[in-house]
């Protein structure tokens, strides 16, 4: 099983860019679908993008489209969320996640990174 670290969280104002990383540990990291969700608190924690095992096709939730980028490195067992056009509405904390199976949970979850956008 893998294990997920994220980096590249922190302050950036509305209209800002933010990158974020998450690396997996082990050498199975291409048998796994990854995705990025977030919560706010005392809120439920929300799909923001998923890709699957190839990097082939990519999935976004609909405030996020067009703003939103997620590519992944299988080589270098990283996956990447690139963060455009930022607003204080995208404040969350963010979670790298990981899922062997084509659907249902994901099984391996990061530690989580905030994301602070001020007005």
């Known amino acids: 099983q893998v294990q997920l670290v994220e980096s590249g969280g922190g302050l950036v104002q509305a209209g800002g860019s933010l990158r974020l990383s998450c690396a997996a540990s082990?050498?199975?990291?291409?048998?796994?679908?990854m995705a990025w969700f977030r919560q706010a608190p005392g809120k439920e924690r929300d799909l923001v993008a998923l890709?699957?095992?190839?990097?082939?096709?990519?999935y976004y939730t609909d405030s996020v489209k067009g703003r939103f980028t997620l590519s992944r490195a299988n080589a270098k067992n990283t996956v990447s969320l690139q963060m455009n056009s930022l607003q204080p509405e995208d404040t969350r904390l963010y979670y790298c996640?990981?899922?062997?199976?084509?659907?249902?949970?994901?099984?391996?979850w990061g530690q989580g990174t905030q994301v602070p956008v001020s007005s």
């Open positions: 890709i699957n095992r190839s990097g082939s096709s990519t």
């Open positions: 996640a990981a899922r062997l199976s084509e659907s249902g949970p994901y099984d391996v």
């Open positions: 082990g050498r199975t990291f291409s048998t796994y679908t």
